[in-house]
């Protein structure tokens, strides 16, 4: 199974911040079709993920665009310019180019 | 607006079953497909399979083959999914979430059932 690192497991910071996330995986995420399969997602506290970048870098339908993903291969950066309050929770990656499907460990986002 | 509702929290004995239930609304619901994921302490998030609303046809995570049985009834827009012989590892929040077809985008996520397996 494709394995997908997230780092820091644990990100500090203010209010105003900006802050990255890096999604490392185990294999190349190119697909033979040349797309890459790879998402971002935001679980707040006692709520169900939800969606934030899809393909790598493509904005969902009402992110706000403090959000912004990049990245190509095995390498990817969730980055958030300006953190506000409703940004804290855990940031996950996912990876839907290989079978199965997998998601990062996660990245807790929390105020300094 | 997209609403996925999933029925509510279950306590079974070890080795039997569950059947959990995901209803769609404000959407064509056989355009989209429906996913579900295992979410533990211990393991994280993980993908169980997908299922196609408008042919019934399903893909598995190897994993779960023998374990989740997914299924859908479109005259009510409502996906399902069946743990079978259940241990205290089942233990877990499964969501389903709205597939966008081709681009694996879960763009829409239920809140979750808890499944709790204790004797």
């Known amino acids: 199974d494709v394995v997908l690192t997230q780092t820091p497991s644990i990100l500090s910071a203010t209010i105003g911040q900006s802050v990255s996330i890096s999604c490392r995986s185990s294999q190349s995420l190119l697909d033979s079709d040349g797309n890459t399969y790879l998402y971002w997602f935001l679980q707040r506290p006692g709520q169900s993920p939800q969606r934030l970048i899809y393909?790598?870098?493509n904005l969902g339908s009402g992110v706000p665009n403090r959000f912004s993903g990049s990245g190509s291969g095995t390498d990817f950066t969730l980055k958030i310019s300006g953190v506000e309050a409703e940004d804290l929770g855990v940031y996950y990656c996912m990876q839907a180019t290989h079978a199965p499907w997998t998601f990062g460990g996660g990245t807790k986002l929390e105020l300094k | 607006q997209v609403q996925l509702q999933q029925s509510g929290a279950e306590l079974a004995k070890p080795g039997s079953s569950v059947k959990i239930s995901c209803k769609a609304s404000?959407?064509?619901?056989?355009?989209?497909?429906i996913s579900w994921i295992k979410q533990t302490t211990g393991q994280g998030l993980e993908y169980i399979g997908y299922i196609n609303t408008g042919s019934g046809g399903t893909n598995y995570n190897e994993k779960f083959k023998g374990k989740a049985t997914l299924t859908v009834d479109k005259s009510s827009s409502t996906a399902f999914m069946q743990l079978s012989s259940l241990t205290p590892d089942d233990s877990a929040v499964y969501y389903c979430?709205?597939?966008?077809?081709?681009?694996?985008?879960?763009?829409?996520w239920g809140p979750g059932t808890m499944v709790t397996v204790s004797s």
């Open positions: 404000g959407y064509t619901f056989t355009s989209y497909y």
């Open positions: 979430a709205r597939a966008v077809p081709y681009y694996w985008y879960f763009d829409f």
């Open positions: 393909l790598v870098s």
